[in-house]
């Protein structure tokens, strides 16, 4: 037989594993296909996954641990309770405690302006009389006016002023004088101008009253006239003296 006229070997087919590695390594376009439709399921799900696991926190718990959950979310909650009673009862002491200092301060505030009043410092507005005192003859004396002065006082004066220039206070001394009365080491002279505040009817029946205060300055040729006022101004203060040997209590 001629060794050329002989047919060759036909070669085998290849193998599943070589079939394997050649689709591997040169994919066909479907094969492309499947594997970034898989990839993308995949990826689906996953999110999938993480969102269902951010909604239901207690999704996978057992019974046991749901139950110890529930009891620290009650636990937590009285916590929380006690926290806003106390919170609340403490709001409420200092709010109380606030408004008893308010009033305590306020009440002090309105006794300093009284004891001002009282003794001079502070000047005064209010309801009263002005009571005008005529001498034409020169014949009053610091006793006249003295009388005036403490049927005010009985009568619930609150403030007296005499000629717009001279307050009148516990402390205030009379004394005679040549040219008329000298109050406070100020001279005065008639006629005689007194503004008293207090209640308006009060007060002038403390002066007319029969056989009291004007019908005395009568007798001795003076005449006396009371007008009630709405309103009656005292301007003139005084400065409060320093006590000399009175000390004031330490938390008084």
Same mark, same amino acid.
Not at 71 to 98: C, H, P, W, Y
Not at 163 to 176: G, H, L, P, W, Y
């Given at each position: 037989?001629? !060794?050329?006229?002989?047919?060759?070997? +036909?070669?085998? !087919?290849?193998?599943?594993? %070589?079939?394997?590695? #050649?689709?591997?390594?040169?994919?066909?376009?479907? *094969?492309?296909?499947? %594997?970034?439709?898989?990839?993308?399921?995949?990826? %689906?799900?996953?999110?999938? +996954? #993480?969102?269902?696991?951010?909604?239901?926190?207690?999704?996978?718990?057992?019974?046991?641990?749901?139950?110890?959950?529930?009891?620290?979310? *009650?636990?937590?909650?009285? /916590?929380?309770?006690?926290?806003?009673? *106390?919170?609340?009862?403490?709001?409420?002491?200092? #709010? $109380? $405690?606030?408004?008893?200092?308010?009033?305590?301060?306020?009440? +002090? #505030?309105?006794?300093?302006?009284?004891?001002?009043?009282?003794?001079?410092?502070?000047?005064?507005?209010?309801?009263?009389?002005?009571?005008?005192?005529?001498?034409? /003859?020169?014949?009053?004396?610091?006793?006249?006016?003295?009388?005036?002065?403490?049927?005010?006082?009985?009568?619930?004066?609150?403030?007296?002023?005499?000629?717009?220039?001279?307050?009148?206070?516990? *402390?205030?001394?009379?004394?005679?004088?040549?040219?008329?009365?000298?109050?406070?080491?100020?001279?005065?002279?008639?006629?005689?101008?007194?503004?008293?505040?207090?209640? !308006?009817?009060?007060?002038?029946?403390?002066?007319?009253?029969?056989?009291?205060?004007?019908?005395?300055? /009568?007798?001795?040729?003076?005449?006396?006239?009371?007008k009630k006022e709405d309103r009656i101004k005292v301007t003139v203060t005084r400065t409060?003296?320093?006590?000399?040997y009175a000390q004031p209590v330490p938390g008084q």
């Amino acid at each position: 037989m001629n !060794p050329t006229d002989a047919t060759p070997p +036909a070669s085998s !087919p290849p193998s599943g594993m %070589a079939r394997l590695r #050649r689709s591997f390594f040169s994919p066909s376009r479907g *094969q492309a296909v499947v %594997a970034v439709l898989v990839g993308l399921l995949a990826f %689906a799900a996953v999110t999938q +996954a #993480r969102l269902t696991g951010k909604d239901d926190t207690y999704a996978g718990l057992r019974q046991a641990e749901l139950i110890q959950a529930l009891n620290g979310l *009650q636990s937590a909650s009285r /916590k929380a309770e006690r926290d806003i009673s *106390q919170l609340e009862a403490t709001r409420d002491r200092l #709010r $109380s $405690s606030t408004q008893r200092r308010t009033t305590a301060l306020e009440q +002090a #505030r309105k006794e300093l302006r009284t004891l001002g009043v009282l003794a001079g410092t502070l000047p005064a507005t209010g309801p009263g009389i002005r009571v005008t005192v005529q001498d034409p /003859k020169g014949d009053l004396s610091l006793n006249h006016l003295l009388d005036g002065v403490e049927e005010l006082r009985n009568a619930g004066v609150e403030a007296i002023e005499f000629n717009d220039r001279v307050r009148v206070i516990a *402390q205030t001394s009379f004394e005679d004088d040549p040219d008329g009365v000298r109050v406070d080491g100020v001279v005065l002279r008639p006629p005689y101008v007194i503004d008293a505040i207090g209640d !308006p009817d009060t007060l002038a029946g403390a002066l007319t009253f029969q056989e009291g205060f004007a019908d005395d300055v /009568k007798l001795d040729s003076g005449s006396v006239s009371v007008k009630k006022e709405d309103r009656i101004k005292v301007t003139v203060t005084r400065t409060p003296s320093k006590p000399r040997y009175a000390q004031p209590v330490p938390g008084q």
